[in-house]
């Protein structure tokens, strides 16, 4: 498929659109856009058990019985946090910058020209694929791909698009969070270097965990001290580390508790949130698109490991195989610096129209 100039400004004009309707709480103005702009596919509302200012929140869904191949990415974002101008998409040489690019509206851009352009050169032919753009992925619940499950009836195989830097994803990385208290006495602060401050004593048992379980954790979030002049009594951390392929999370939780018994002060360490190592992929949908890779851009694709939750987890409740496939750089995402480049854009367009176009050829 020849990608001209002229695709590529009407997809960049498609993100502008989408970083423009701020999606990092309320849903329900990005997807009446999307269900409008594709309003050649029959998408339906499913509503979800979560209301954002008195609305009901709803997933977009296309689910016809004879087509068990998923594309599924998420329309939520984060907020803005720290970005300047989040909602106003701005270039800067080949990068599109603005919240959400990367993770998932510059992906869904491309998507929604790579539907415009199979529709335009097979009029007569369905979309060959289901769709499911799902809503609050970003947060712990993600109830937009659980709902999602109770109609996925038909589904064997999903493309999750999230950013992967364009490798195809078959496995997604396991984490386990939790929170750790140290406990300690409180004393004048002018006497400070006779007790033992919590905060010191929390990051001597993180370099702990870090030496006895041979990874680094990652700090989510971290409290402590007061206004008074007195050494605080707690240090409360948030914070998570990966699970490996073939690790068992019972081994993990034995030997973190183990640690606590080996520091004077009391700590108490819980689990928050665990997620397994996941084998996500089938051959089928790994061939598939590594085939419509190949036939867009001239070169085999790389695979790897997603090391983020995505919805494909919930996806795998019910036994969907599936990859997690996008182009754009997962790091800058959720941070000021997220983008995509048109370049990426592209290749995004080149691959699914190429995809689509093999669904419609006779499977083996």
């Known amino acids: 498929m020849n990608i001209t100039d002229k695709i590529i400004e009407k997809a960049i004009k498609e ?6 309707i701020p999606s990092y709480e309320d849903c329900t103005e990005i997807q009446e856009y999307l269900k409008d702009r594709l309003s050649y596919i029959p998408l339906k ?24 191949i ?32 990367a993770d998932t509206k510059g992906l869904i851009a491309s998507l929604i020209v790579a539907l415009d352009l199979f529709k335009e050169n097979y009029p007569d032919k369905e979309i060959p694929v289901s769709l499911a753009f799902t809503v609050d992925e970003e947060n712990h619940t993600a109830l937009g791909s659980l709902k999602l499950l109770e109609i ?37 602060a002018s006497e400070f270097e006779k007790f033992d401050n919590p905060v010191k004593e929390a990051f001597k048992f993180i370099n702990d965990i870090e030496k006895n379980l041979n990874r680094a954790v990652n700090i989510i979030n971290f409290q402590s001290g007061w206004e008074y002049y007195a050494i605080p009594k707690i240090a409360k951390v948030l ?9 068992d999370i019972n081994n993990i939780e034995y030997k973190l508790k183990n640690l606590t018994f080996n520091h004077k002060h009391e700590i108490e360490i819980a689990p928050v949130d665990v997620e397994s190592f996941l084998n996500l992929a089938d051959e089928k949908i790994t061939n598939l698109l590594s085939l419509a890779y190949e036939k867009a851009i001239n070169q085999k ?3 790897g490991i997603m090391p983020s939750w995505t919805d494909a987890s919930n996806l795998y409740k019910k036994n969907i195989k599936s990859v997690i496939f996008g182009f754009s750089s997962l790091k800058d995402a959720h941070t ?13 367009i080149k691959i699914l129209y190429s995809f689509f176009s093999i669904l419609i050829q006779p499977q083996p």
């Open 70 to 101: 998923l594309i599924n990415t998420h329309t939520d974002t984060v907020p803005p946090i720290d970005m300047e101008n989040p909602f106003t998409l701005r270039k800067q040489g080949n990068r599109l910058i603005g919240r959400g690019t």
């Open 301 to 303: 694709p790389n695979f």
């Open 15 to 20: 993100l502008k659109t989408l970083v423009s």
């Open 45 to 68: 509302k499913q509503f979800i058990p979560k209301k954002v200012n008195g609305k009901r929140q709803y997933n977009l869904v296309y689910l016809p019985k004879d087509k068990p």
């Open 336 to 348: 000021e610096r997220e983008y995509i480049t048109t370049e990426e854009i592209e290749k995004m």
């Open 239 to 247: 914070a998570e580390i990966k699970v490996f392929e073939n690790e």
């Open 152 to 188: 996925a009836d038909n589904i064997t195989h999903a493309i999750v698009l999230e950013p992967t830097y364009g490798k195809i994803c078959t496995k997604q990385m396991g984490t386990y969070e939790f929170e750790i208290n140290v406990i300690t006495p409180s004393c004048h």
